[in-house]
Nanobody, 118 residues
Framework: QVQLVESGGGLVQPGGSLRLSCRASGSILRINSMGWYRQAPGKQRELVASITSGGITNYADSVKGRFTISRDNAKNMVYLQMNSLKPEDTAVYYC????????????WGQGTQVTVSS
């Protein structure tokens, strides 16, 4: 069974940093794009950052210059380094990946809570 598991969320003060990790496991033939989304209370889920298998990245305007997405293809992992965190970054963060497997398509992790508060 193919799955994505996130880790690294938590409570941090404004201006602080967190690093999220996500690992894909199971019978995976290939992972194409990977990304991070977030959903704040009462808001729609939005793209934070994405990265292709070749390393091309894309960021939401609200996080450019503060967040960095990276991946380790050998380990089937994607990371999100979040610096200079703001209260408006508070949300549940979800890992997403498009994978070629027994069932090819987009997969989601269970989400990890990030809270930025003093």
């Amino acid at each position: 069974q193919v799955q994505l598991v996130e880790s690294g969320g938590g409570l941090v003060q404004p201006g602080g940093s967190l690093r999220l990790s996500c690992r894909a496991s199971g019978s995976i033939l290939r992972i194409n794009s990977m990304g991070w989304y977030r959903q704040a209370p009462g808001k729609q889920r939005e793209l934070v950052a994405s990265i292709t298998s070749g390393g091309i990245t894309n960021y939401a305007d609200s996080v450019k210059g503060r967040f960095t997405i990276s991946r380790d293809n050998a380990k089937n992992m994607v990371y999100l380094q979040m610096n200079s965190l703001k209260p408006e970054d508070t949300a549940v963060y979800y890992c997403n990946a498009h994978m070629v497997a027994a069932v090819t398509g987009g997969y989601w992790g269970q989400g990890t809570q990030v809270t930025v508060s003093s």
